[in-house]
C-alpha cells in the first residue's frame, strides 16, 4: 500500500464553525494577497469535518498546550513584535520582567 504524505493547506482565518452530533464542521478561509481591494478578500479555502468529540480533544489539546507554553508564546509574540518596529525604525518594546507565582 502507497503511504500517502499529510496534505498542507495554509488558511488565516476561521469564517464558521458547524457544531453537531457526530460531527462537526470548520470552513476556513484565506486572504488574497493579490487583491487591490480596500478590505482583503477573505476566499473560502477547507472545510474540515472532523467527529465533535475529536475536536473537543484537539481544543483541551491546544489550551493544554498553550497554558503551559505560555512565556514562551508571549516572549516570542514580543520579539516578533519588536523585529517589525526595528524594521519600520520605531523602538523596540523591553521585555516583561513579571515572573509567574
Not at 5 to 34: A, M
Not at 54 to 66: A, E, F, G, H
Amino acid at each position: 500500500m502507497e503511504k500517502l504524505e499529510p496534505v498542507e493547506i495554509y488558511v488565516d482565518g476561521l469564517e464558521g464553525i458547524l457544531l453537531g452530533q457526530p460531527v462537526s464542521k470548520l470552513r476556513f478561509t484565506s486572504t488574497d494577497s493579490r487583491s487591490t481591494a480596500e478590505v482583503p478578500q477573505n476566499n473560502p479555502r477547507l472545510t474540515l469535518t472532523i467527529p465533535t468529540i475529536v475536536l473537543i480533544q484537539i481544543c483541551q489539546q491546544m489550551l493544554n498546550t498553550m497554558n503551559t507554553n505560555q512565556a514562551n508564546l508571549s516572549d516570542s509574540a514580543t520579539t516578533y513584535a519588536n523585529t517589525i518596529k526595528t524594521l519600520l525604525g520605531g523602538s523596540p518594546t523591553p521585555k516583561s520582567t513579571k515572573t509567574e507565582g
